[in-house]
């Protein structure tokens, strides 16, 4: 069931879902759709592109950016965000923003990565519609130095000095946020760096989240551990008096890291099935709600019952829909269904705005076509929704 009884939202409406797409963007949407749910091709573009766009194929650059760049991204600088930002207010959603680097080294471009980011929160404070800037640490430490902070704890003097950069860079992101009241979202990576991550974003939160909520860090409920250490997380922000900010997703690296533990013969953190996920997601949407008073939340998922079980908790509650604490949030380009009837029905609702030049959104953009591709040719989610409203406005 896909229907608050007695509210007014509805994830089956495509109408309101697509209302801000034209006939002819729906028919180009439906073609880009198709193309990504033919999985083989999928697995071809993703082996060609990045080679492609090195040796400086013109044309690649230009077919990517008309179509599945136009869909996921929301430009190639933090300026050409402000038309996307712009059309999304004007359907009651607000922005994340989100720089697309990742996986950076050099401390040069590290430090261009933090800069970019201030320049997002600066761009934010000037948007009411804008409330929070995404991060990712793979794009401000060098992924090796992440890796073995966890694994040894012990660095060498030289690591040492180029740990302490990377934790000032992050305290510059969260103290300018905090200077302009934006929040920070810090995303969550694989198994064998999160640990160094979650430490990091704790003392961030203990900084800077005492009045208000700024620095939310990422619970991916598809590990084990994780619904376990949200509730000991909030036990301690509540000890050290700090409010918690809670991104709760179910994860996006479950086969490498299968993989990984098969390998090494190590225990898989990864929850057994789908099922097991599902369950933890669940009862984190339900603790984050039963506490929100002092956890600001986001239920940052495409899973049309994920998102209908925090708006219904809202209801039963009776909590204002508009409660700063209580947010959704997808993906700009997907699950349009749940984001723009979630705003229409007076929820606080995002969608997360990836920019950056083509070349270094390459990977995000792998990751989007992998999503939407079917091994058993069955329609996707995003391209069963598309073909719906086609047929409803006979076009
Ligand atoms: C706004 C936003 C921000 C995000 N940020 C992050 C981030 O910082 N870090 C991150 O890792 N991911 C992030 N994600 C991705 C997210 O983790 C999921 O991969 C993706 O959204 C699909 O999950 P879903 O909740 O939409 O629902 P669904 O499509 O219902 O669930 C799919 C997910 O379920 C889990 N799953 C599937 N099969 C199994 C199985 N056999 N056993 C156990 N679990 C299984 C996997 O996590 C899989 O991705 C983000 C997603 C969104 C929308």
Redesign the pocket.
């Known amino acids: 069931m896909d229907v608050v009884p007695g509210q007014k939202l509805n994830f089956k409406n495509t109408e309101i879902a697509f209302s801000y797409k034209s006939d002819a963007e729906l028919n180009q949407l439906k073609w880009l759709f198709s193309l990504m749910n033919n999985s083989k091709l999928v697995a071809l573009g993703s082996a060609l592109t990045p080679l492609a766009l090195k040796l400086h194929f013109p044309f690649v650059r230009r077919a990517m950016k008309a179509t599945i760049f136009k869909q996921f991204v929301g430009g190639e600088s933090l300026l050409d965000t402000q038309k996307t930002i712009d059309l999304l207010y004007r359907y009651n959603t607000l922005t994340?923003l989100d720089y697309g680097a990742e996986s950076k080294s050099s401390e040069a471009e590290l430090d261009k990565v933090m800069e970019e980011s201030i320049r997002a929160i600066e761009m934010a404070a000037a948007n009411n519609s804008v409330p929070v800037v995404s991060t990712k640490m793979t794009g401000l430490a060098d992924d090796a130095l992440l890796i073995k902070k966890q694994a040894e704890n012990k660095l060498s003097a030289d690591e040492e000095q180029r740990w302490a950069k990377v934790v000032s860079r992050l305290d510059r992101i969260c103290k300018r946020a905090h200077e302009l009241k934006v929040g920070v979202m810090v995303?969550?990576?694989e198994i064998w760096m999160q640990d160094t991550i979650d430490d990091l974003v704790n003392q961030m939160m203990e900084e800077y989240n005492k009045s208000q909520v700024i620095v939310y860090n990422?619970f991916?409920l598809?590990r084990k551990d994780k619904l376990d250490y949200l509730k000991s997380s909030y036990d301690h922000a509540r000890a050290k008096g700090y409010m918690l900010g809670a991104?709760l997703?179910?994860?996006?690296?479950?086969e490498k890291e299968r993989e990984r533990a098969a390998a090494n013969g190590e225990e898989c953190l990864?929850?057994?099935?789908?099922e097991?996920?599902?369950r933890d997601?669940c009862n984190a949407i339900r603790y984050c709600v039963d506490n929100y008073q002092n956890i600001a939340s986001?239920c940052?998922?495409?899973?049309a019952q994920?998102n209908l079980l925090q708006a219904q908790l809202i209801e039963e509650l009776q909590i204002d829909r508009k409660h700063p604490h209580l947010n959704f949030?997808?993906?700009l380009g997907?699950s349009d269904n749940l984001t723009f009837n979630l705003a229409e029905a007076g929820y606080n609702v995002a969608k997360?705005v990836p920019y950056g030049p083509i070349d270094e959104v390459v990977p995000y953009l792998i990751r989007r076509a992998e999503?939407n591709s079917s091994v058993t040719g069955d329609m996707s989610r995003e391209l069963k929704l598309i073909v719906d409203e086609i047929q409803r406005r006979k076009i």
């Not at 997703?249 to 479950?254: E, I, L, N």
């Not at 940052?300 to 899973?303: F, K, L, M, V, Y």
């Open positions: 994340i995303d969550a990576e990422t991916q598809y991104k997703v179910r994860g996006a690296y479950m990864i929850n057994p099935d789908k097991h996920t599902d997601y986001v940052a998922s495409h899973n994920s949030c997808q993906l997907m997360y999503e």
